[in-house]
Antibody, heavy 118, light 110 residues
């Protein structure tokens, strides 16, 4: 059974960079045919796709966040990461990592709350 | 970018049928996927490719998609079905491709 687990700082100061990692177990992140996504959900609001990375290393980002987002993969550790720069209070959210299968996601991490505050 | 519109809330009595709509421009030409999210939990895929169910999802959950509206139907609603539901499509254009989520619908079991 595939499992994903987010980790990283739960509190980030405004203007700084948010950094999260998603550890994948029960399967290889290098397996073909899948993408690896970050999705967020502000408190009390809906889901917003941030971006994803393919097993090949290609990345695609939400145009609304593209200038501030970097997603990378560490195959040796079977994990992928998110960096979001110049954060503001509007970036406060639960951040999820998920596996993409075709044009939907089939496995999600439990999510981690990131608060942007001084 | 592509927009998916859902009603904010749907209320249904136990044993009855809940229908959650997802509106989008010519959504019938896309594959629609549905997620259930209970409080404090990650979303769970309940329907994919318009009407298929992942293993472990009850047959009470079904989907359809035509024209400008996709619909998730929950038959014989149970108290445990109370949750937020999101539709999702893959949006691909000349300069962008990625996941688009609907605005979400809160299902309340009376």
């Amino acid at each position: 059974q595939l499992q994903l687990q987010e980790s990283g700082s739960g509190l980030v100061k405004p203007s700084q960079t948010l950094s999260l990692t998603c550890a994948v177990s029960g399967g290889s992140i290098s397996s073909g045919g899948y993408s690896w996504s970050w999705i967020r959900q502000p408190p009390g609001k809906g889901l917003e796709w941030i971006g994803y990375i393919y097993h090949s290393g290609s990345t695609y980002y939400n145009p609304s966040l593209k200038s501030r987002v970097t997603i990378s993969v560490d195959r040796s550790k079977n994990q992928f990461s998110l960096k979001l720069s110049s954060v503001t209070a509007a970036d406060t959210a639960v951040y999820y990592c998920a596996r993409g299968k075709g044009d939907y996601t089939d496995y999600w991490g439990q999510g981690t709350l990131v608060t942007v505050s001084s | 970018s592509y927009v998916l519109t859902q009603p904010p809330s749907v209320s249904v009595a136990p044993g009855q049928t809940a229908r959650i709509t997802c509106g989008g421009n010519n959504i019938g030409s896309k594959s629609v996927h549905w997620y259930q999210q209970k409080p404090g939990q990650a979303p769970v895929l309940v329907v994919y490719d318009d009407s298929d169910r992942p293993s472990g999802i009850p047959e009470r959950f079904s989907g359809s998609n035509s024209g400008n509206t996709a619909t998730l139907t929950i038959s014989r609603v149970e108290a445990g079905d109370e949750a937020d539901y999101y539709c999702q499509v893959w949006d691909s254009s000349s300069d962008h491709q990625g996941y688009v989520f609907g605005t979400g619908t809160k299902v309340t079991v009376l």
